[in-house]
Each structure stands twice: as structure tokens, then as C-alpha cells.
């Protein structure tokens, strides 16, 4: 079984502040991740994902994020937001294996401050 | 850019009413997946399907079934709407690799 773990529920940061978003994620196998993000009253797009490779993946809109195998997390970051960020950002992992399966952590709300 | 199509942005449905929410992708993708969002929650897998005819069940199934008789069309039932099932649902789609799934729009269901 697969499961993810987004501990912040909302972050609120200033516009041109950096931000961390966390995710944890726990599998018996390999896996790939994913981070989405849902702007309001809109689906889910695609950020970033890591498949394999390097460990330091760059997305769209200048964010990124980095897999570590050994703390089983892939965070997602950004030097400085706007606030045209303000979304809600989910972390997904998925088997690297056959299976295809998707799970998503609950989400995190960012709030970009003026 | 891949397109996937929800037929209503908003629904309003009655209490033990038969509920269709329909979904079409123009990307000849294999794999759709119905999904319900809930604040708390994140997104919830209902259903998938791999193949046209073919279906899976996924983590919460149940008072829901699904149709695909063509590859890009892919339905959610609801048998008999119950209020518990007032939510946000999210249709997308993706390759046989499943590297990335295309969403759509969502239809925010309310059931009365």
C-alpha cells in the first residue's frame, strides 16, 4: 500500500517570500511523485513530476522540488512566490511497477499575502 | 493540449434521483479515472478504467458505477443520489504509462 502525507493544511506566506511546501509518502516499492496544482474553481494541473533520474526536479511557474529516498519526502519550493500562486497544491505518488493506482495527499492551500 | 470535458459545472439533483456525469478526453488516452474531492480529503479514487468495456474499482466504490463504451467517454452513475454524496467530481485521463493525469474542470454536485 501507498500513502502521502501533506502535514500542512493551509501556509500563508508574503508575496516575494520563498515557500516550502512538504509531502511525505510512504510505499513498499519504487516510486514516481507528482505535485498538482488546482487554481479556484479549476482541476488539477500538472507541476512537476519524478520519475527517475536526477533527484532535483524543475517544474512550471518556477517552482521545484527534490526526492529523498531516505527521509521519504518530496517537497516542493519556490525562491519567491506571487500571487498568482495562491492555489492548492497536491502531492501524488504512484507505483513505478504496472499498477496504476494514484494517491494523493490531502492537499495544501497556499495563500499568497500582498 | 490534451482536453478533457465534463458535461456540467454545477448539478443540483434530488434525493434518490439517478444521477449521469459524463466525461470525454480528445487525446485517444487509454486510462480515465473518476475521482471526488472533499475539503480534508484530497481527491478520492471511485473508479477507473483502462480499456473501453474494461472498469476498476477504487477506494471508495460504493453507491456508484461506471460505463465506457467508447475510449474517450467515460461515465459516473449514481444509482440513487444520497446527500453524502454531494461533493466536488473530477474526471481525468492519461496514457498506458501514466506519467500525468489530465483533469477536467470538476462538476460540483448537490444533492437535496
Known amino acids: 500500500a501507498q500513502s502521502v502525507t501533506q502535514l500542512d493544511s493551509q501556509v500563508p506566506v508574503f508575496e516575494e517570500a520563498p515557500v516550502e511546501l512538504r509531502c511525505n509518502y510512504s510505499?513498499?516499492?519504487?516510486?514516481?511523485l507528482f505535485w498538482y496544482v488546482q487554481y479556484p474553481n479549476q482541476g488539477l494541473q500538472l507541476l512537476l513530476k519524478y520519475l527517475s533520474g536526477s533527484t532535483l526536479v524543475k517544474g512550471i511557474n518556477g517552482f521545484e522540488a527534490e526526492f529523498n529516498k531516505s527521509q521519504t519526502s518530496f517537497h516542493l519550493r519556490k525562491p519567491s512566490v506571487h500571487i498568482s500562486d495562491t492555489a492548492e497544491y497536491f502531492c501524488?505518488?504512484?507505483?513505478?511497477?504496472?499498477?496504476?493506482?494514484?494517491?494523493f495527499g490531502t492537499g495544501t492551500k497556499l495563500q499568497v499575502i500582498p | 493540449d490534451v482536453k478533457v470535458t465534463q458535461s456540467s459545472r454545477y448539478l443540483v439533483k434530488r434525493t434518490g434521483e439517478k444521477v449521469f456525469l459524463e466525461c470525454v478526453q480528445d487525446m485517444d488516452h487509454e486510462n480515465m479515472f473518476w475521482y471526488r474531492q472533499d475539503p480534508g480529503l484530497g481527491l478520492r479514487l471511485i473508479y477507473f478504467s483502462y480499456d473501453v468495456k474494461m472498469k476498476e474499482k477504487g477506494d471508495i466504490p460504493e453507491g456508484y458505477s461506471v460505463s465506457r463504451e467508447k475510449k474517450e467517454r467515460f461515465s459516473l452513475i449514481l444509482e440513487s443520489a444520497s446527500t453524502n454524496q454531494t461533493s466536488m467530481y473530477l474526471c481525468?485521463?492519461?496514457?498506458?504509462?501514466?506519467?500525468?493525469?489530465?483533469f477536467g474542470p470538476g462538476t460540483r454536485l448537490t444533492v437535496t
Open positions: 481525468a485521463s492519461t496514457t498506458a504509462q501514466n506519467y500525468e493525469q489530465y
Open positions: 510505499s513498499s516499492v519504487s516510486v514516481y
Open positions: 501524488a505518488v504512484r507505483s513505478s511497477g504496472g499498477y496504476q493506482k494514484v494517491t
